[in-house]
Every structure is written in C-alpha cells, then in structure tokens.
C-alpha cells in the first residue's frame, strides 16, 4: 500500500509569485486593445485549450483592456463558441484573412498574439495567415507550438514569412529558439523562451482525489489528451503486466477523447486496438479508459490523483507538451519518452526519461517510483518548484511585459512587398498556338477554332515574347514562335487603307480589311517592342521598316484608348524607330485630342469620356507618357489625378484590387446592381492598371504606385473577390472572375495579360 504525504504549499514561492503578478500588472497597464487568434473551444484540441487559457490569463492581468479574439473554422459552419469569441474566421477563406486585417488596422489593435500551428490555417503549409500578417499595422506577437528542424519548401516559406512579419517569436522550450537560431537564422533579441502555462493548484496528498476516481488505496498511473496512435499508449499497456506484479493494485487512467480527425477517418478503431490488447495481455483490469473531452478542472483533479504520471509519446519533434505542464504544476512525477519537451522540462531530476517504446525501461522507471516513497515525494517536490514559472499568472506577464516592450520601441516590421515569382510556364502559350499564329479564343483550355484568329492577340502574343526576351534565353523553337506571330501581325497591315486587318478565321482567310482603332494601335506597339528587344537582328530590322511605313497613318486612329497606346507606343520608340523630332511631333498632335477629351469631360466625370469602358488605365497613362516627354506639367497633372480616380475606383473596402467590371462599362461605375455589379472582372484591367502604376512610379518616383502596381499582380494571385487565383501551373489565366467564381475558359487575351504583367513588374526591378 502507498503511503501518502501531505506536501505544504511553499510560501515564500507563492508570495513571489504574487509580488511578480502585481509588478507586471502596474506595468503593462497601457495594454489597452488587444487581439489574440488561433482555435477556440468547443473545437477540441489542445491549440484551442490554449487560446482559450491565454486568453484568459491576459484578460485576468490586463481586466480593463478591450479583446478581440479570432477562432478559426475548419469546416462549413462557425462552431457555438462562447461570447469571448469576438469573430470567427474559414480557415480556407484567403479574402476573410485580409479582411480581419482591415478590421483589427481600424479597431487600433495595439498588439496581435497568434497561436500558429502548422495545421490550422488555410493554404500551403497555412500559408493564408501571412494574408493577415503582411497588412496589420500592430505588432505581431507568434506563438509557435511547433519549429519544424527539417521542413518542407512550403513549410519554410511560411515560417520565413512568420519570421519576417513577428516582433516576436515566442517558443516554449530553448530548443525551440535553438532551431529558429540555427536552421532560421532569427537573431536572439527576436526570440522569447515562455514555457507552456498551467494552472496553479496547492500540492495535495493524492488520496484526497482518488475517491473520486473509485481507486482508494491504490497507485494511479495517468496520461491524458485527446487519444490518438502517436501518444504512443501502447508502450505502457505493454509494461503493465511487470508494473501489475509489483503493484498488484495499479491502475492506469487513459484520459481523453479520441482526437476528432481519428473519429472521422476509421472511428474507435484505435481504441478498441489498446482494449483489445489489454485483455490479451491479462490486465483489463489494470486501465480505465475515460473516453471524453474533459474540463481543466476535472483533468486536474485527476492528475492530483496521480502517483506517477506517463506521456510514452512516439515523435521526437514535439516541441511543447500540454499535459507534461499540468503534470508538473500540480508536482507530479514524471516518466516520459525523450521528445524535445520532455528531455528539457524533466532534466536534473525532476523527471524520468525512457527510450521510445520500450516498455520494458518504462516499466521499470515506473515500479521504481511507486514502491519508493520518499523518491516519489521527492521527485514531486522538484517537479512543482520546476513549474513555478509555468503558472498562467507568469505567463501573462511575460507576454504582456514583451508586447509592451514592442508597442514601446515600436521596431519596425518590414513589410517586404510580395515577390513576383518565376516567370510563368510556357506550355499555355503554346497550347494556344499553332503554325498560323495564337488562337483568339478558347473553351476551357481547348483552343476554340470556331473564333479563328485575331491581329490584337497576336500582337499581344509577339510583345510577350520581345518582352520575356530581355529576361531569358530563347531556345530555336521560341524564336520559330515569334517569327510565327511576326509573320501574322506583317500579313494583317493592309498598306492600301493603313490599318491593320484584325479577325481572320480558321480557314486562314481575313474577315475584315481594317480593324478597329485599337488593334491598329495595339500592333503598332508591338512592332516598337520588337524593334527595341534582344529579338534576332532581322526580326527587328523588319519591325523598325513595317513601324516606319505605320507612323504617317497613326493620327487617323481617333479613339481614345488607341491614342493612349499608341503615345506608350511612341514613348518608347525614341531612339529606335523614326526621327525623334518627328516622333515627339506626332506625340504633340496625338496628346493633344486625348488631353482635350479629359479637360472636356473632367467637370462632370472626373475621366476622358462620360462612361467607363475596358482597358480604362491605358488613358491616363498615355497622357502621363506624352506630359512626361513634352514638358507639359498640366497634362501630367492630370493624367495623375485620372489614374488616382480610377485606381480609387478600382479598390475594394478591405484594400485588395478589384478591376472596373464589365457591367458597368455601359452606365459608368457605380454601386446600383449590388453584388453583380461588381463583376465580370477581366485580366486585362489589372494588366493596364498594373502597367499604368509602374508608369506613375517611373515618372514620380513615389513608392506608392509600386505598391498600386503590385496589388494589381496579386490579383492575379487570388487578393480578389473570391479568394481565388486566376494563375495556373501552366502559365495559364483563366478569363476573369464572374459573380459564381472563375470563368474557366483560358482565351488568349486573359494568358497574355498575365504574361506581359509578369514582364512589367520584372522589367520594373521588382
């Protein structure tokens, strides 16, 4: 029979601790607004036993600040969370991300605390947090209850970003700080060692609880959690027939639920197993199972039941351990198996650690301390003043005192912008292609013949590929690529009228003998591009002699939208094709009408005509170019206020782009139609916007419109209306998004304005 020993609660800690809590309280007073995400009960998991515990001990620290606190879904509908739960978010939803961050930006948020686990956030390796992370304006405090030594690409990129976007990193053992210094390279002054929180109970004598449990006079061996296969049960089970010959009353308590992923996938399976392996082993008499997700305060009161506590877990990695903290706070010894956690927090005595899975080491560590008493009492002892600084009350103060500390010193978070990535894959491109030139149209990724052929596209096409030669080396079947669409853009200028033919059909016969003024001026630039580009030298001798024989007639194209292009187009001929003095006379002659039409219209519309229509930035943008080049400082002037509108008009509440949509092209933007009037929104808007920015930004140098212009590319990326990217892997773009999500066709237009986007940005230096 155990002997049990009342142990005195030692004063002197206690009153530390006291002293301690108070200081902390007066100091972190000016904590006023504050935010702290991650899983929230009823969702059962220890992440979420967590948030709710941080949260409370901040709350209890800090009573008279404001909390905003973010429970994460993971499935259809928001769980029946508690009033503390202030809003919930769809782990999978990327546009609900950036919207919590307007939110939290215009609540004046002092500081964000994150619970980050690998697998509660929606995207690659939870990859939809940094959405939130890279627009709050508060200092970010993470809390990361896993540092992966060895990840995956994805894994490290998202924790790069956390890396990149935290003030703080908070880890709950050093080897956690350890890793995050080696593998990472995060410099020490980032890093906060804070061990996992814990209740704070007396040190009672264990039969004062084991009534409860039906195990008066007898030794009581525990593990608790949510039950699954890497909490490694079977190691102990395995051991009980040596442990029940020694103690011949034991009892082991296997506390807890079955973890909610194992329910779904193949139900109690896994626990039936333990059963069913106790009983061939001759000791079912010798485990209970208590298969329920318990309160703290009845987990605790099992612990204290506890003569030797046990966590034979099966993973190495395991940074932090919940119950290991629970344990050691109400003094309990501990066999364990060596993980990250267990070998720190249970070094010097204050713990035994066995190798994985062997039941015999187990065993015996175990029979030891039950048939020894005062080893017991002794390791119990080292154990409670171990956890001291465990105890939520300390925890709060550590994290309220390195937040104030933040807020304080208000160190900077760089905001780095979005990379733009690799260029986007070929293989759409020449998907769409055949030994004619590039398909107009498509449904799905199919090519649709029906559409044939059009000069615009094509054009399109042979500026990509002048542009995309700066950046690449181009293999024979590229350069045969461009030649193709040369050739179609040389065979469309019909010399006798000076247009450009536009459609053609499959059947290679013109359907026209002139397009409109805005192919005319599209393929115009592309043989200003072709000419100015690292293209092979006849390529380029052929488009300077074909823009030569164009230039007289581009002054009769007399749209708007082609006068815009067609002053990008002259802009950049300079130097390359044609006389210059004649170039900017024509330029003069060309921005005139176009400046005219805004001055005309800017009283009423505040724009270059009395309704929107498509390709919307290209008309501020021309303006900007010719003012720029002429000296003219009113046209300047206005073109800048043109694209401040129209990008104002192209922003959505939570700050994401959001392009002109097609229905208002006819009445002009407006918010009349609701929700449909916000759509169909085209790639080639963000392409012109985004183009149109890059421009603003050369021409000002104000960093501002570098920000406008990367807002545009990550559009394409999926910062939209719904969340979804318009890019796929290979180099595709579908046409646009309607009010039920992607249109799913992939026509040429939408590709190339990715692909060209993606030249603007990298030509840029982004």
């Not at 190691?235 to 011949?248: D, F, G, K, R, Y």
């Not at 066709?745 to 030509?763: P, T």
Request: net charge negative; with cysteine; proline share 5%.
């Amino acid at each position: 029979m155990l002997q049990d020993k009342h142990f005195a609660v030692e004063t002197e800690a206690q009153s530390l601790q006291d002293i301690l809590d108070r200081a902390r309280r007066k100091m972190d007073a000016g904590l006023a607004r504050v935010a702290v995400m991650g899983n929230f009960p009823p969702r059962q998991c220890g992440l979420a036993t967590f948030t709710r515990d941080i949260y409370a001990c901040l709350h209890e620290a800090l009573p008279a600040a404001r909390f905003e606190v973010i429970a994460m879904d993971d499935h259809a509908g928001p769980y029946a969370y508690p009033p503390e739960v202030t809003r919930h978010v769809p782990q999978d939803d990327a546009a609900a991300y950036r919207q919590l961050a307007a939110d939290l930006n215009a609540a004046r948020m002092q500081v964000l605390f994150v619970q980050h686990e690998f697998g509660i956030f929606g995207g690659p390796a939870g990859a939809h947090l940094l959405e939130c992370l890279e627009r709050v304006t508060m200092p970010v405090v993470t809390t990361l209850h896993t540092v992966l030594e060895n990840p995956n690409p994805d894994q490290r990129r998202v924790m790069e970003g956390l890396i990149r976007l935290s003030s703080t990193l908070i880890t709950m053992a050093h080897k956690g700080a350890d890793i995050l210094k080696r593998v990472y390279g995060v410099p020490e002054s980032q890093i906060l060692v804070v061990p996992h929180g814990a209740p704070g109970r007396s040190l009672r004598p264990t039969s004062e609880f084991k009534a409860a449990l039906e195990a008066e006079g007898r030794p009581v061996i525990s593990t608790f959690g949510l039950l699954s296969p890497n909490k490694g049960i079977e190691t102990i089970i395995e051991a009980l027939p040596a442990i029940s010959e020694a103690c011949p009353d034991v009892l082991y308590f296997v506390v807890g639920a079955t973890h909610p992923n194992l329910i779904l996938n193949e139900g109690e399976a896994y626990r039936e197993s333990l059963i069913a392996r106790a009983k061939e082993l001759g000791v079912e008499d010798h485990i209970r199972f208590i298969n329920r997700f318990m309160s703290d305060n009845d987990l605790i009161d099992v612990l204290q039941a506890t003569d030797v506590y046990v966590t034979p877990y099966l993973t190495e990695t395991q940074i932090t351990s919940g119950t290991l903290s629970y344990a050691l706070a109400v003094g309990k010894p501990v066999v364990s198996a060596p993980y990250w956690h267990a070998v720190e927090a249970l070094a010097d005595g204050i713990g035994v650690v066995c190798p994985f899975r062997d039941s015999a080491a187990f065993g015996a560590a175990i029979i030891d301390l039950l048939t020894d008493d005062a080893k017991r009492q002794a390791m119990a002892e080292r154990a409670y003043a171990a956890a001291l600084p465990s105890r939520w009350s300390a925890v709060a103060a550590a994290y309220t005192s390195r937040a104030g500390s933040d807020i304080r010193t208000r160190a900077p978070v760089i905001r780095v912008a979005p990379s733009i990535g690799s260029a986007p894959a070929w293989r759409a491109v020449l998907r769409l292609s055949d030994d004619c030139g590039m398909a107009q149209h498509s449904r799905y990724r199919l090519p649709d013949r029906a559409h044939g052929y059009c000069t615009d596209d094509n054009a399109r096409a042979l500026m990509m590929m002048a542009r995309r030669a700066k950046f690449e080396r181009f293999d024979e079947y590229r350069i045969d690529l461009t030649y193709r669409y040369a050739g179609f853009v040389n065979h469309a200028w019909n010399g006798d009228n000076g247009r450009f033919r536009n459609f053609m059909g499959f059947s290679r016969q013109w359907l026209d003998e002139g397009g409109s003024d805005d192919c005319c001026a599209r393929a115009f630039e592309s043989l200003i591009e072709v000419a100015r580009s690292p293209l092979p030298d006849d390529m380029r001798e052929w488009a300077r002699e074909l823009a030569q024989r164009v230039l007289p007639h581009v002054e009769s194209w007399d749209s708007q939208r082609a006068r815009a292009v067609v002053l990008r187009a002259l802009d950049a001929a300079i130097g390359h094709v044609g006389e210059a003095s004649e170039v900017l006379r024509v330029m003069a002659d060309i921005a005139a009408p176009l400046h005219a039409g805004y001055r005309h219209n800017a009283a009423e519309h505040a724009w270059f005509e009395p309704a929107l229509s498509y390709d919307n930035a290209r008309l501020p943008e021309g303006l900007l170019l010719a003012g720029h080049r002429l000296g003219d400082t009113r046209s300047v002037q206005d073109a800048m206020s043109a694209l401040v509108r129209i990008m104002g008009l192209q922003t959505a509440e939570d700050g994401h782009f959001r392009p002109i949509a097609t229905r208002a092209f006819a009445a002009g933007q407006s918010s009349d139609g609701g929700r449909e009037a916000l759509f169909d929104q085209q790639p080639l808007e963000a392409q012109a916007s985004l183009e149109a920015c890059l421009t603003a930004w050369r021409v000002t140098g104000e960093e501002t419109w570098k920000a406008q212009a990367l807002r545009g590319w990550q559009w394409f990326r999926g910062e939209n209306d719904h969340g979804l990217s318009l890019m796929t892997d290979d180099g595709g773009c579908f046409d646009g998004l309607t009010v039920h999500g992607l249109n799913q066709n992939q026509g040429a237009e939408s590709v190339l304005a990715l692909h060209l986007s993606w030249c603007a940005l990298k030509d840029a230096g982004l």
